[in-house]
């Protein structure tokens, strides 16, 4: 059964950090791209960070470039979201994607940036 878990959101101050993690099993999470997309309150889905099967390489939407990192381990069949610096305007519920030749996602987890 695949399964993808997201973990660690919550509420945060602006300009505070937040850790998400994904923890993955039921596929070959190791040839798999893995993304973290993000959907907001009367917004569309938004593609948020993607690292590469190796985790060599990693693409970020500009909105975040510079305040999140993206990464993975493959030992763990874990895929990390390093969020520094958040502002309002990151408030969404996260998800966790993986896709090779099908998708998964996560169930979310909520982040919310607010004084």
């Known amino acids: 059964q695949v399964q993808l878990v997201e973990s660690g959101g919550g509420l945060v101050q602006p300009g505070g950090s937040l850790r998400l993690s994904c923890a993955a099993s039921?596929?070959?999470?190791?040839?798999?791209?893995m993304s973290w997309y993000r959907r907001a309150p009367g917004k569309e889905r938004e593609l948020v960070a993607v690292v590469t099967s190796t985790g060599v390489r990693t693409n970020y939407a500009d909105s975040v470039k510079g305040r999140f990192t993206i990464s993975r381990d493959n030992a763990k069949n874990t895929i990390y979201l390093q969020m520094n610096s958040l502002k309002p305007e990151d408030t969404a519920v996260y998800y966790c994607?993986?896709?090779?030749?099908?998708?998964?996602w996560g169930q979310g987890t909520q982040v919310t940036v607010s004084s």
């Open positions: 039921g596929f070959t999470f190791s040839l798999y791209t």
């Open positions: 994607h993986a896709f090779a030749v099908v998708n998964y």
